[in-house]
């Protein structure tokens, strides 16, 4: 067998990951694959335009593209080349059918089995980067081993060998800081199958981790597992996340109700380091691709399983994430005396986390369609996330006819502005809803988002990131999450 890497599917996890491997490993090709030649072509451009922002991923794909990291669109070619075989392909929840709005979508992994089977030329390591069902190893390894006269291959010595060894090795990075937990990981997960050939595929892949001189992931921080452990301890890992993330949100309601403030309730219990401070922020609810699919993956695991308290219980967190973002709306509403028809509410933020472009499953997604429904006038500000934020909210754009360009678009009830300029945002706005907690939003000049805004002017400050006394100085009235 030999050493190098091959990663079908070129997005948010098989890029920096695969980038990160790469520069740790300078003695393995690694070639990252995908189906869409837009993204490869946007990971080979000449003057780095990648395909997603995160903070240091572009210095690390300089240092090693063209070196022996490599994108690009020849599937086939690569898992002839590489022995070693990452599947990173999305998973997304399954819209239609048995299990649909809950179970994964697992087209895509099916079709990427199908095409490892279909050509490859000898043994090969198959690693399972996306998150996935348990158990989907041994779906894959039935495709991949499928009786036929290539499915086994005899090993001196050995005896008859499997062709494909599944491996699970689920991702743990956060968007936003990519780089920084790829470079330092808490732990790797490795779950194989617990025979010779199992164990011999998975010290294959903890010698990826350990990196090429050593210096990467320390051993003892790469733990190994049987196959179905690794693949639920993904799934546990973002539900019990998603769950803190719920908890604290419904604390927040409760903070609002008594006059107790959800920050320093939070700090404070986060004191217990028994609890922890980490993901005790109140907010306007996660977002993300991966918290809601993964949960309600966890919910259809559980009543396949006949486990229905426990589907129920996962399920709440979910209904409490949706709740908090229709408490958001609720609470513009009273404090706008109960009309927004016709008002113009600038969104600060689109992306579902400071620090991406990623607006998938964002919290000012579905606030933007509930202002809209409420024919709210929508001016939406991000810094890096307009053009998703353009592209999630294609179906409320009506032709640009009267603008003749402009970045300005007409809508079907009421138009909609995108602008990176947070002041244009905010001119003759009514109130200001802060969604993201973009880094520079607390050292914007608030006097002067103030002077030009219609009055009585509001700030939601949906989490908690500026100066709402200083705010209060200037005259606005100011709501926030949990206070
Ligand atoms: P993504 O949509 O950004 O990327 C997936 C890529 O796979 C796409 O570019 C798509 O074109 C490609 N693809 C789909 N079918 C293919 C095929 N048959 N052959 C070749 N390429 C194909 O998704 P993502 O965010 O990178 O997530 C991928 C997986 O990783 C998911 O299971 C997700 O749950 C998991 N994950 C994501 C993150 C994250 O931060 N985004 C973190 C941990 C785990
Ligand atoms: C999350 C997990 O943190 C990663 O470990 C996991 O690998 C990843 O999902 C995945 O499987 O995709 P990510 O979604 O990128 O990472 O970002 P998080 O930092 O976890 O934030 C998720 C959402 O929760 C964001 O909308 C964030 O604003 C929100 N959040 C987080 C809060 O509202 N409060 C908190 O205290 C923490």
Known sequence: ???????????????????????????????????NEKRIAAWNSADFDLPIYEPGLVDVVRE??????????DIEAAVKECDIIFVG????????????????????WESTARNIKAWANGPKIVVE????????????????????????VKVEGQGQQRNFTVLSNPEFLAEGTAIKDLMNPDRVLIGGPQDAQGQAAVDAVVEIYEGAAKNWVPREKI?????????????????????????????????????ADVDEVAKVMGADHRIGPKFLKAG??????????????????????????AAEYWHEVIKMNDHQQERIVSRLFKAMFNTLANKKIAIFGFAFKADTGDTRETPAGTVVRLLHDEHV?????????????????????????????????IFKQAPIEFT????????????????????????LDWARLYASMRKPALVFDTRNCLDSAALKGLGFKVLQTGK
Request: some cysteine; glycine content about 8%.
């Open 1 to 35: 067998m030999n050493k190098d890497i091959v990663c079908i599917g070129a997005g948010y996890i098989g890029g920096p990951t695969m980038a990160v491997i790469a520069k740790m490993n300078p003695d393995r090709k690694v070639i990252v694959v995908d189906i």
């Open 64 to 73: 090693v593209r063209g070196k022996n990291l490599f994108f690009s669109t």
């Open 89 to 108: 392909v999305n998973t997304p929840t399954k819209m239609f059918g048995k299990g649909a709005g809950r179970a994964s979508d697992l087209q895509y």
């Open 129 to 152: 980067k996306s998150t996935l069902p348990v158990r989907t190893a041994a779906a894959m390894e039935a495709i991949l081993n499928a009786q036929d006269a290539r499915s086994e």
């Open 223 to 259: 733990l190994t597992t049987n196959v179905w452990s690794a693949e639920l301890t993904k799934l546990a890992a973002n539900a019990f996340l998603a769950q803190r993330v719920s908890s604290i949100n419904a604390i927040a309601g409760l903070c609002e109700a008594t006059g």
């Open 284 to 309: 306007p609810g996660f977002g993300g691709s991966c918290f809601k699919k993964d949960v309600l993956n966890l919910v259809y695991l559980c009543e396949s399983f006949g486990l229905h308290t």
């Open 377 to 409: 006038r929508l001016a939406i500000t991000d810094p890096k996330a307009l053009a998703n934020a353009k592209k999630d909210l294609a179906d409320l754009i009506e032709e640009d006819i009267s603008t003749g360009g402009s970045d300005s678009r």
């Open 420 to 443: 990176e300029d947070e002041y244009a945002a905010a001119r003759d706005a009514d109130a200001i809803v802060v969604m993201t907690d973009w880094c520079h939003y607390p050292t």
